[in-house]
Nanobody, 119 residues
Framework: QVQLVESGGGLVQPGGSLRLSCAAS????????MGWYRQPPGKQRELVAG???????YYADSVNGRFTISRDNAKNTVYLQMNSLRPEDTAVYYC?????????????WGQGTQVTVSS
């Protein structure tokens, strides 16, 4: 079983920055895609950004140019640097990690971290 621990959420003013981290632990043989999703109040969960095993990032249009996703394969950790934050970025942010633990694939989710953008 693979566990994900997220950190870095909080309250920030519009225009500010936050950095989220998500560390995976457990029986991990390999990791493929790592990503961040968010769920705004009263809305469905949506993809924010992802990064492939080769390090290629992809972003939702709403965050492209403001957010940067990165990964540290030695630490099984994915990061999300969020700049120029807007009130509409307010949401619970979840990390997602997919890979293999031996012969079995896994698709794990973090517990979620609240990001609130408000003056």
């Amino acid at each position: 079983q693979v566990q994900l621990v997220e950190s870095g959420g909080g309250l920030v003013q519009p225009g500010g920055s936050l950095r989220l981290s998500c560390a995976a632990s457990g029986y991990i043989f390999s990791i493929s895609d790592m990503g961040w999703y968010r769920q705004p109040p009263g809305k469905q969960r949506e993809l924010v950004a992802g990064i492939t095993s080769g390090g290629s990032p992809y972003y939702a249009d709403s965050v492209n140019g403001r957010f940067t996703i990165s990964r540290d394969n030695a630490k099984n950790t994915v990061y999300l640097q969020m700049n120029s934050l807007r009130p509409e970025d307010t949401a619970v942010y979840y990390c997602n990690v997919r890979g293999r633990g031996g012969l079995s694939p896994f698709d794990s989710w973090g517990q979620g971290t609240q990001v609130t953008v408000s003056s």
